[in-house]
């Protein structure tokens, strides 16, 4: 029996010792609070763009041949008037001379004609002919010069086609694809344009925007007019992630909203200096907003339910109570402007709110003494501590 006792005596001491040693530290319930103010707010609000050149004109020959020359190749810049194209031109050479022969053939009946016409009204004064012989002659003189315009047109044709032998460049603009080459058959009916043209002085920058933000802006604004004038420059960031000199000028807005978006598209024009914008090229949009005396919060003290953005409010007690928010859908990717549910003087929990519920009681500190104890956990682990270890 003294053994037993000894026995349990020492378990006991050991399970008193071993709950001391691996007693967790309470809950933390430090939370970072910020007092609600006002403040000037520039925002820009970002949107996936394509670019498109003023005109990306389509290069079509208009006569059927082989090429015999290419001219220029692709991304040459050209002018309006430049030749890019050569097609084989002997068949339509050839035309040309047919019908400047049979113009030639026309114009010597209609002098033989005229001869004849002159001596039947001689004769008809005479009364040695018949008015209908004058007629007759003088309907066929009527006939051979009809003749003679068929036979400038198809000369005017003939000469048409030889011209367009050589294929123009019908805008100021840089060359694009070329699929052919020299001795390809190529005709106005082909698959495939010959190039195109794209006139890039100006570029055209398409984005979309949401139907909820494009009705926010223009009840904002008073109209859907007035917020494409007032809408202030946008800026163009390019692919590889810097921002164009030049700003735009968003100018048309689409009139129909894509059903399997629910997005409108929007276009903003910008001067293309050193042609650095390229026609089928991508960027992002950034369209600023400037609010006077907003209240900004934190993207990271709000929470979402239900399509509905929260915060949580310090209250007596430093109680804390999810209330809810309405934002500007413009933001800068870390602050929301804040439209109602909110007051000036009013305390916010900024960060860890999913850490938080309805009615819980918190130890309100500030950002710096947050800040100082991260620092402080960190060492500590670093250290091999746990947190909560001194």
Request: glycine share 8%; proline share 3%.
């Amino acid at each position: 029996m003294k053994k037993i006792a000894l026995w349990m005596l020492a378990a006991t001491l050991l399970t008193s010792c071993g709950s001391k040693s691996n007693q967790m530290p309470e809950a933390n319930k430090d939370f970072a609070v910020v007092t609600v103010q006002t403040s000037e707010a520039d925002l820009k609000t970002t949107y996936p763009a394509t670019i498109r050149g003023m005109q990306d004109i389509e290069i079509r020959p208009k006569v059927s041949g082989y090429l015999t020359k290419l001219l220029v190749d692709e991304g040459s810049v050209v002018s309006k008037g430049q030749p890019l194209f050569l097609i084989d031109s002997e068949q339509y050479r050839a035309s040309v001379k047919a019908a400047q022969a049979q113009v030639r053939v026309c114009k010597a009946t209609i002098a033989t004609q005229k001869l004849t016409v002159e001596n039947k009204r001689m004769l008809h004064k005479q009364n040695i002919i018949s008015n209908y012989d004058l007629q007759m002659a003088e309907n066929t003189l009527a006939s051979y010069e009809a003749q003679l315009a068929a036979a400038e047109a198809n000369l005017q044709s003939a000469q048409d086609n030889l011209r367009w032998c050589t294929v123009i460049s019908p805008a100021d603009g840089v060359v694009g694809m070329i699929p052919y080459r020299v001795g390809s058959l190529v005709s106005a009916s082909s698959a495939q344009a010959l190039t195109t043209v794209s006139n890039i002085s100006q570029m055209y920058v398409y984005f979309s925007m949401t139907e909820k933000q494009l009705l926010g802006l223009t009840r904002e604004q008073g109209g859907l007019q007035a917020a494409i004038q007032n809408m202030p420059a946008v800026s163009l960031v390019l692919a590889d992630g810097t921002q164009f000199s030049q700003t735009g000028v968003v100018s048309t807005v689409s009139g129909v909203i894509d059903s399997s978006t629910g997005s409108v598209q929007m276009r903003a024009t910008f001067k293309n200096e050193g042609n650095i914008l390229r026609s089928g090229g991508t960027g992002s949009i950034l369209v600023p907003v400037h609010q006077k005396d907003a209240i900004l919060v934190q993207q990271k003290a709000t929470f979402d339910i239900q399509n509905k953005k929260f915060v949580y409010v310090l209250g007596p007690g430093n109680k804390v109570a999810a209330r809810e928010i309405t934002v500007l859908p413009q933001n800068d990717g870390s602050t929301y402007v804040v439209t109602s549910g909110l007051k000036v003087g009013e305390r916010i929990v900024v960060d860890g709110v999913n850490q938080l519920k309805n009615g819980m009681q918190i130890n309100p500190i500030t950002l710096a003494q947050a800040a100082a104890a991260e620092q402080k956990a960190k060492k500590a682990l670093k250290e091999g501590k746990m947190p909560g270890e001194n």
